[in-house]
């Protein structure tokens, strides 16, 4: 039973079409890299399978539920996904724990009681045990996102949802970012990854997307993608990467 | 007591013009003052900074009314000359004027980036034509839309002279509400003229703001 | 040119003058906070609120704006009878002056709102929490942070423009003032020390907010 199925999307921007029929399937435990140029859709495909953009026909079901039906309950399901974005998003006004622990809290997944040990949880997993009481403005761009997984995390999700975490990052920080999302998948998490780090996808992936012009162009296992690259706009891809 | 007539909504409509006097003297006397002030705390010398800031801070730290009262009532009791309405309210709204303006004019001078100041003084302008000739102009731009923004407070601001007696939009309206007992309708109407004047002028402060910005964007 | 100041003449009024001015400061704080409710509610409707009831916060908004205070206040005490509606002076005077300063908070609380980046409220919402939520649990204290100025610069005119109220009968310190100035005829004393006490009320109240400022946005957000 696949955990994400993606049937058939469209989108359009205004005039930009910019996911041209899209189709897919995530099972549990896989991990999914989504690779292709800025404006290939990639973002945006992400951003529709927890409804944080529409489509305009087609379907998405996440865990046997319709993401864009009318009778969802859009928030119920986010519950289940976790997403990291490029730009953290960190909540500037809470410690690393308070970040980590607001959602857990407010969806009454844990009380407050329970609230400091799954931050200390959540916070050593990733590495940042030491940073419980931080502010964000007091962490580095690379501990920001570590946090940032760890708040994703703490909700327990099925599925977690990538979205260039690490293009945010000076280079020397985006080694422990990796490591972390590393050692999530090693762990069983399913996910679905937009990156720019070939080598990461090379590694851990289970199967490689590459989305040209708002379709998938060309897919496979990354043994099998980068090995034997098969459409010419792949193979300039990959070369213009390395 | 009696009904309303046209010759109350004359009455009313005759005494926005001394509205509109107030609002004009103060803004030109009040301008100059601005003016000063605005030169004043951006000076070098250190004391003229600290004069206009005293200035500026008690003038909006004290309310108008409290101003006005005193230059109406106090100065005639304590000096024995007489001041007029027209004239206590137009020195009071100049004071206010004077300080609000001068601190938005303050405030453009000062936004104008300091590469501008670098680059001009690079070149080698001295600084009374660094001020005239590249800050000034592009400081007068951005002043624009705060300015007209403070001209709908200003035209606000002279209602209060009905309060010292001078007979401009408010007080008409008090004086033909006070004998037809039609206060609603009457303030209303009076309201309304407001509204007609300060309205359109919020609106060309909002659109001037936006060509600011579009402006700055290149 | 030696004018004679008497201030001597005032000292036995000095009691009254505190409680005009107590008065005043109730009224003002109650302005205030009257006020500020006003403006959650006007920005939260003006950001995501159905068509009519935005359409009627903006004529709300556009209205106590572009009118003087002391015509809204002639609206509400001398006005509202004509409809039936007779308001005590001091409840007319509070209640107009939280309109108009109502009108303003809600520009400064929907810009504080619009001024959080779009990013905090998605992860938020990715979190699973809703609207409400993200509202007071996310978006509540980073727009706070950036209005603040606005908001302290607001109340401290709030607090100026209490001296009208005085003029629909309402017992405040210019109340207190005329009194002592038909008994003393020391007009000229009396205003200064009128505007002298509104100095200093302003001065403690931009202390107290930035005191306020700093506890609650350390250096460190």
Redesign the interface.
């Known amino acids: 039973m696949s955990l994400v199925r993606i049937e058939s999307v469209e989108k359009h921007f205004g005039d930009n079409h910019v996911l041209r029929g899209v189709s897919t399937e995530v099972a549990k435990g896989d991990i999914v890299a989504l690779v292709g140029r800025s404006g290939s859709g990639k973002s945006t495909l992400l951003r529709c399978v927890?409804g944080?953009e529409t489509i305009g026909s087609g379907r998405i079901v996440v865990d046997g539920v319709d993401v864009h039906a009318p009778s969802t309950d859009?928030?119920?399901?986010?519950?289940?996904?976790?997403?990291v974005?490029q730009?953290f998003?960190?909540?500037?006004?809470l410690s690393a724990s308070a970040n980590v622990t607001?959602?857990p809290v407010?969806?009454k997944k844990i009380t407050r009681d329970e609230a400091p040990a799954l931050a200390r949880q959540m916070l050593e997993r990733v590495g940042l045990g030491q940073k419980l009481d931080a502010?964000p403005?007091?962490l580095s761009g690379g501990q920001q996102q570590r946090v940032?997984i760890a708040?994703?995390l703490a909700?327990s999700p099925q599925l977690m949802l990538f979205d260039e975490a690490t293009s945010a990052l000076d280079p020397e920080l985006v080694g422990e970012v990796l490591r972390v999302m590393e050692d999530l998948a090693r762990e069983g998490m399913t996910m679905m990854v937009v990156t720019h780090e070939m080598a990461f996808a090379r590694r851990v992936a289970s199967e490689v997307l590459f989305m040209n012009q708002g379709r998938i162009w060309e897919r496979g296992t990354p043994e099998r993608m980068f090995g034997a690259p098969q459409t010419p706009e792949f193979q300039q891809f990959v070369q213009s990467v390395v | 007591m009696r009904s309303l007539s046209i010759a109350d909504l004359w009455l009313i409509l005759g005494a926005i013009r001394w509205t509109v006097a107030l609002a004009l003297t103060a803004l030109v006397i009040g301008s100059v003052i601005a003016l000063g002030i605005a030169v004043a705390r951006t000076s070098r010398h250190a004391w003229l900074r600290v004069v206009a800031r005293i200035y500026v801070e008690l003038v909006q730290g004290t309310p108008l009314l409290g101003v006005l009262f005193l230059l109406y009532f106090g100065v005639p009791m304590l000096m024995g000359i007489q001041i007029d309405a027209f004239t206590a309210a137009t020195i009071a709204f100049s004071l206010s004027a004077g300080a609000f303006l001068g601190e938005i004019w303050r405030g453009s001078v000062e936004s104008v980036s300091k590469g501008q100041w670098e680059a001009a003084a690079c070149v080698g302008l001295r600084r009374w034509h660094v001020m005239r000739h590249v800050v000034w102009p592009q400081a007068a731009r951005v002043a624009l839309a705060p300015t007209v923004s403070y001209l709908v407070q200003l035209i606000k601001n002279t209602s209060l002279a009905a309060l010292v007696g001078l007979v401009e939009l408010t007080r008409s309206g008090q004086i033909v509400a006070g004998s037809t007992l039609a206060h609603l309708p009457v303030f209303c109407g009076v309201a309304l003229c407001y509204f007609a004047i300060c309205y359109p002028l919020a609106r060309l402060a909002l659109s001037l703001e936006g060509r600011m910005h579009v402006a700055r964007a290149h | 040119m030696a004018y004679q100041f008497q201030f001597e003449a005032l000292a036995p009024y000095t009691g009254q003058l505190i409680e005009g001015m107590a008065h005043t400061l109730a009224y003002a704080a109650s302005s205030i906070v009257l006020g500020m409710a006003i403006g959650v509610v006007g920005a939260l409707v003006l950001i995501y609120g159905s068509k009519p009831l935005r359409g009627a916060t903006r004529v709300y908004v556009e209205f106590f704006r572009n009118t003087p205070a002391l015509v809204q206040l002639f609206l509400i005490y001398f006005g509202l009878p004509n409809l039936g509606l007779r308001l005590d002076a001091p409840v007319a005077g509070v209640i107009s002056l939280a309109l108009y300063c109502g009108a303003y908070m809600v520009e400064v609380f929907r810009s504080g709102l619009l001024s959080v980046p779009n990013g905090l409220s998605e992860a938020g919402a990715a979190l699973g929490l809703r609207r409400r939520q993200v509202l007071v649990h996310v978006l509540f204290v980073p727009a706070l942070r950036n209005v603040f100025p606005s908001l302290a610069s607001q109340m401290v005119l709030t607090l100026i423009g209490t001296s009208l109220i005085s003029q629909i009968g309402v017992e405040d310190i210019f109340h207190a003032g005329s009194f002592i100035d038909s008994r003393t005829f020391r007009s000229f004393e009396v205003y200064l020390v009128i505007c002298a006490m509104y100095f200093v009320a302003v001065q403690a109240l931009r202390i107290v907010l930035g005191f306020v400022q700093r506890r609650l946005f350390p250096k460190e957000f």
């Not at chain 1, 859009?74 to 997403?83: E, K």
């Not at chain 1, 998003?89 to 006004?93: E, G, M, V």
Request: proline share 3%; net charge positive; glycine share 4%.
């Open positions: 927890n944080l859009l928030a119920l399901l986010r519950q289940r996904v976790g997403m974005f730009s998003n960190l909540f500037p006004h607001l959602a407010l969806t502010m403005s007091q940032a708040r994703a909700m």
